[in-house]
């Protein structure tokens, strides 16, 4: 069964603190994803990666940053969390080229930042 | 890229089909309109997609508008645990062709016994 693992499913960290989200996919695909959910809000994206070592903004990248060091491994990084940074965290993949495929989703990561 | 427009929510009565509309009203021609599904405290899921024509699969059926600039995912015989959020999403080309996705706030579905 094709899976995207986050690890894990609920993580509290102070204020100001560096905090690490990693998610792994064994699907072999090129996209990957992150995501942020918020009540009201939907989702928005964080950042993307198309390939190893590659990267691209989306819509909300301020106060976060990416790695891509291998294909299966995507990791978001909070280099000084904030309150303002307590949310769902998604992460998602997809084949790279035809729009004609579908993204997989991890289960989430609920942030807290206290 | 092309944005979309769903009512916040909806209700629908156990066994019934389940219409949920979609406004993309800019959307271009090599663009397509996807439908995934949120149940609560899980990931997204895919549901169906399609281009211009009219989609069916083992979940759901997708009509698309003749000008696509709408289209109606059906639920023929919604049951209780298809309550959940639905998000329509026009798929988008990223700079490198990635078919970048785009979540709005979705239509979250009812459904009632």
């Known amino acids: 069964d094709v899976k995207v693992t986050q690890s894990s499913r609920y993580l509290v960290k102070r204020t100001g603190e560096k905090v690490f989200l990693e998610c792994v996919q064994d699907m072999d695909h090129e996209n990957m994803f992150w995501y942020r959910q918020d009540p009201g809000l939907g989702l928005r994206l964080i950042y993307f990666?198309?390939?190893?070592?590659?990267?691209e903004k989306g819509d909300i990248p301020e106060g976060y940053s990416v790695s891509r060091e291998k294909k299966e491994r995507f990791s978001l990084i909070l280099e000084s969390a904030s309150t303002n940074q307590t949310s769902m965290y998604l992460c998602a993949s997809s084949p790279r080229g035809s729009v004609n495929t579908e993204a997989f989703f991890g289960q989430g990561t609920r942030l807290t930042v206290v | 890229d092309a944005k979309t427009t769903q009512p916040p929510s909806m209700d629908c009565a156990e066994g019934r089909a389940a219409n949920l509309p979609c406004n993309h009203s800019?959307?271009?021609?090599?663009?397509?309109v996807y439908w995934y599904r949120q149940i609560h405290s899980q990931g997204p899921q895919y549901i169906i997609h399609?281009?211009?024509n009219n989609e069916t699969n083992e979940m759901a059926s997708l009509i698309i508008t003749e000008d696509r600039k709408s289209s109606t995912l059906i639920l023929p015989h919604a049951t209780l645990r298809d309550t959940a959020v639905y998000y329509c999403?026009?798929?988008?080309?990223?700079?490198?062709?990635?078919?970048?996705?785009?979540f709005g706030q979705g239509t979250t579905l009812q459904v009632k016994p």
């Open positions: 999403i026009v798929r988008v080309r990223g700079s490198s062709n990635t078919g970048k996705l785009i």
């Open positions: 399609g281009l211009k």
């Open positions: 990666s198309y390939d190893v070592k590659m990267k």
């Open positions: 800019t959307i271009s021609g090599n663009e397509y």
